[in-house]
């Protein structure tokens, strides 16, 4: 959490200076919002690392600020909610949440949460960088680039992924002919409430599919393993990534 600037959105001034005083300690810079219009607001204003969002703003509903945030910005999303709901986490990470929090808290547990947060998004779990450039990956004829959360389509153009179902291609992208269980997967995209009767995993593949296969009602590149979970089995060549463009061939330069 050091030197990150964290967002904290919450119509409680007791919750956000709570929270405030917790984040600071660790190092981070705190910026405050309280309703749908001041957090957009503040994202305009700077740069943001991560938004802790409360989803009972009062006037706001706290789905509807993710809907906002998600149309101009991929920062990661945690969301907070006093109701420990099932329907709740999968539309919060349709939406583009990174992570949900289950009211009362420990700011212990918040602060974990964070950093598990920061590390995935900032690509701690992406291979290592070349020294002359960052990674990407070249599968079935598109290009991912996870330092910048990107992947170009078969035509060069980009697709729209949320940060979920980007880091759900990048635990694919990282282990590719390798069979991960629900529960893996769930763990490896930093998911926290995991229950065995919880499709959560399954409802992002089939958005996830919906993106990159080529027929998706009958998927290739990602393999359904009956009563264990999910296969990636297209080969996966590791590049070197040079300053992005809007073409895939322009961003990319064949390892030597």
Known sequence: M??????????????RTLLRRCFEREGSTVREAGDKASTLAALTAGTIDLITLDLDLGDDDGFDVARAVRHTSKVPIIMVTG??????????????ADDYIIKPFHLREVVARIKSVLRRTR?????SP???GRVS???DDMVAIPDEMKLFDRGGLLIDLTSGEFKLLEVFLTRPKRVLSREQLMDLVGGHCYAPLDRT???????LRKKIER??????LISTIRGIGYSFTCDVQLCKAQPSSNNAESALAKSD
């Open 130 to 132: 070349q020294a002359n």
């Open 215 to 220: 027929n998706p009602s009958s998927p290739r």
């Open 123 to 127: 690509g701690a779990t992406a291979p």
């Open 201 to 207: 995993i399954d409802n992002q593949i089939a958005r």
């Open 83 to 96: 109701k420990d709901d099932v329907i709740d986490r999968v539309v919060g990470l349709e939406i583009g």
């Open 2 to 15: 050091k030197n990150a600037v964290i967002l904290v959105v919450d119509d409680d001034p007791k919750i």
């Open 137 to 139: 990956w070249r599968f």
